[in-house]
């Protein structure tokens, strides 16, 4: 069982991230921002799929007041992406943002942060410090000669440091790197010297091949090990597939449960039976349902009646014919044609 380090609990809009509320999937809209009804399709879409917070770039004025009417249509949390210019960040908490991610590396005038501390303050908005190995302070890389974990670390308890020093005890904190490595070391050394909450991820992950494989070994070794609160998986790609791989992420560490599992072997040459087609099937068809049981798509006689009696449902295929077993008894004899409804016969009555 995973043992979860607790950290500060931080209100962001109408949820709660931190203490032992659960963790939260979040993603980034690709829309220009001020285009509202562009911004508000896509965020629905995310919502649907299960994001529970969003973030958006804001770029200028224009971004800024559109926040307040991208509200008016959207069920989950919004943040406000900002970089260089305060004025954005000050405006998006008038326009009633939920949170306000300034970066470090190019926020550095402490008058201009204090005047948004001090409006975040008023406005019980939260602030998080996301450092970033991209745009990590000179200082840092000078310190430690380039780009480390530890200058990671270093930079976000200078800043937490700053805010704190300026009033503010609404922090979130992020240190990503798109080396996985890095990301883990990182967030494990700060996770020992602060009670704020983390947002994971790793950053600039690639397309959604590289991207999915590095943030379920970066994210998933974080999580497992009782780490983070919040976190989005970054790829090239419609953020509808970060939710989709966040999920499963949830899903495979038994965090949190979103639908029916299926399980199934890897193909080999005793296999007789269309498996990747079926699988596959099953699969899609399994997503759209959310009963807690555990789905068996076997297809050869050496593991597979093993793996099918230990699942709730489960197929063990042979030579163009399968066993189908509901809760460890042998329910129906089928041939390969027949495979695919009788399974979703039997899921459907449990």
Same mark, same amino acid.
């Given at each position: 069982?995973?043992?979860?380090?607790?950290?500060?609990?931080?209100?962001?809009?109408?949820?709660?991230?931190?203490?032992?509320?659960?963790?939260?999937?979040?993603?980034?809209?690709?829309?220009?921002?001020?285009?509202?009804?562009?911004?508000?399709?896509?965020?629905?879409?995310?919502?649907?799929?299960?994001?529970?917070?969003?973030?958006?770039?804001?770029?200028?004025?224009?971004?800024?007041?559109?926040?307040?009417?991208?509200?008016?249509?959207?069920?989950?949390?919004?943040?406000?992406?900002?970089?260089?210019?305060?004025?954005?960040?000050?405006?998006?908490?008038?326009?009633?943002?939920?949170?306000?991610?300034?970066?470090?590396?190019?926020?550095?005038?402490?008058?201009?942060?204090?005047?948004?501390?001090?409006?975040?303050?008023?406005?019980?908005?939260?602030?998080?410090?996301?450092?970033?190995?991209?745009?990590?302070?000179?200082?840092?890389?000078?310190?430690?000669?380039?780009?480390?974990?530890?200058?990671?670390?270093?930079?976000?308890?200078?800043?937490?440091?700053?805010?704190?020093?300026?009033?503010? &005890? $609404? #922090?979130?904190?992020?240190?990503?790197?798109?080396? @996985?490595?890095?990301?883990? *070391? !990182?967030?494990?050394?700060?996770?020992?010297?602060?009670?704020?909450?983390?947002?994971?991820?790793?950053?600039?992950?690639?397309?959604?091949?590289?991207?999915?494989?590095?943030?379920?070994?970066?994210?998933?070794?974080?999580?497992?090990?009782?780490?983070?609160?919040?976190?989005?998986?970054?790829?090239?790609?419609?953020?509808?597939?970060?939710?989709?791989?966040?999920?499963?992420?949830?899903?495979?560490?038994?965090?949190?449960?979103?639908?029916?599992?299926?399980?199934?072997?890897?193909?080999?040459?005793?296999?007789?039976?269309?498996?990747?087609?079926?699988?596959?099937?099953?699969?899609?068809?399994?997503?759209?349902?959310? &009963? $807690? #049981?555990?789905?068996?798509?076997?297809?050869?006689? @050496?593991?597979?009646?093993? *793996? !099918?009696?230990?699942?709730?449902?489960?197929?063990?295929?042979?030579?163009?014919?399968?066993?189908?077993?509901?809760?460890?008894?042998?329910?129906?004899?089928?041939?390969?044609?027949?495979?695919?409804?009788?399974?979703?016969?039997?899921?459907?009555?449990?």
């Amino acid at each position: 069982m995973i043992k979860r380090i607790y950290k500060k609990e931080i209100q962001i809009g109408d949820v709660k991230i931190g203490g032992d509320n659960k963790i939260l999937i979040q993603s980034m809209t690709n829309t220009d921002t001020k285009n509202v009804s562009d911004t508000v399709k896509q965020i629905k879409k995310l919502e649907n799929e299960g994001c529970e917070i969003i973030r958006v770039a804001v770029k200028d004025e224009g971004d800024a007041k559109a926040i307040k009417k991208i509200k008016e249509n959207i069920k989950i949390p919004i943040v406000a992406d900002i970089h260089f210019n305060y004025k954005l960040a000050i405006l998006a908490m008038e326009n009633g943002i939920d949170k306000i991610r300034i970066n470090p590396g190019n926020i550095s005038n402490i008058e201009n942060l204090k005047k948004i501390v001090d409006v975040a303050i008023k406005l019980d908005i939260p602030i998080r410090v996301g450092v970033n190995s991209g745009s990590l302070e000179q200082e840092f890389i000078d310190k430690y000669n380039g780009v480390t974990p530890m200058g990671l670390v270093d930079s976000g308890l200078k800043n937490i440091a700053i805010l704190e020093n300026m009033g503010l &005890k $609404n #922090i979130v904190l992020s240190l990503k790197a798109s080396n @996985v490595r890095f990301a883990i *070391e !990182a967030y494990t050394l700060i996770n020992e010297r602060i009670q704020y909450p983390l947002h994971l991820g790793i950053t600039e992950a690639g397309t959604k091949f590289t991207g999915s494989i590095k943030s379920a070994v970066g994210i998933g070794h974080l999580l497992y090990n009782g780490i983070g609160d919040t976190f989005r998986v970054s790829i090239t790609d419609d953020p509808v597939e970060e939710i989709e791989i966040a999920k499963e992420i949830l899903q495979s560490l038994d965090i949190r449960k979103f639908r029916t599992e299926v399980i199934s072997c890897p193909t080999c040459g005793r296999t007789e039976i269309d498996l990747i087609a079926l699988t596959n099937k099953v699969e899609k068809y399994c997503k759209r349902i959310n &009963k $807690n #049981i555990t789905v068996a798509v076997m297809g050869c006689v @050496v593991n597979g009646p093993g *793996e !099918a009696k230990e699942a709730d449902v489960g197929l063990a295929g042979g030579k163009g014919v399968g066993l189908i077993f509901k809760k460890g008894e042998i329910h129906k004899k089928v041939e390969e044609n027949e495979m695919f409804d009788e399974l979703i016969k039997v899921i459907n009555s449990m």
